[in-house]
């Protein structure tokens, strides 16, 4: 009898570029499934995304994400892993106690350089740049209560040229640094827990 697919939810707040990878890595596997896109933003491109692909998606306010415990978790119904994909707010205790080491981050910098409070996005690229860096990367972590903390699942790095980088060329080396790993990263440890 087949094992039903590893199923994810993916927590997201903007464009979904990385979603759309995710997804499309995954859409012919018999064993992880991308089952549920979370928003915050009820605007953001990354829903519209989702639903092109036929993904059920949801709006979690930051009120809702955290006083409304109950009904996210009936949301979470049957998710394995959750992957923060861009998603800009804070996990709540809660969802890490009920997720141990099933929550998934990607972060655009080589912690724990460059991480915590206000470093995310273009403000990571911009510290990068400020500080002449002569390398930065991508940092896929679990997550726990503490900002950027948690165990380092991988780190990738790529080159900078100190003085002749600005954060637009950063953000793009970064960008194909998530696009070309992140999936694969994902895929590794989901399969490894089944396994386990």
Known sequence: MPTSPIRLAVFVSGEG????????????????????????????????????????????????????????????????YIILAGFLLRIPPYLITAFPRRIINIHPSLLPKFGGKGMYGRYVHEAVCAAG??????????????????????????????GNETPDSIAAKIHDLEQAHFPEVI???????RKG
């Open 17 to 80: 570029t990385n979603l759309e990878n995710i997804i499309r890595h995954f859409a012919p596997s018999p064993t992880v499934e991308v089952a549920l896109v979370v928003s915050n933003r009820p605007e953001a491109k990354a829903l519209e995304r989702a639903r092109n692909h036929g993904i059920p998606t949801e709006t979690v306010g930051r009120t809702m994400l955290n006083e409304e415990e109950s009904a996210v978790m009936g949301l979470l119904d049957g998710i394995d």
């Open 133 to 162: 860096e002569k390398e930065s990367g991508i940092t896929i972590h679990f997550v726990t209560e503490g900002l950027d903390e948690g165990a380092p699942i991988a780190q990738f790095s790529t080159p900078l040229s100190p």
């Open 187 to 193: 895929a590794r440890v989901a399969t490894s827990h």
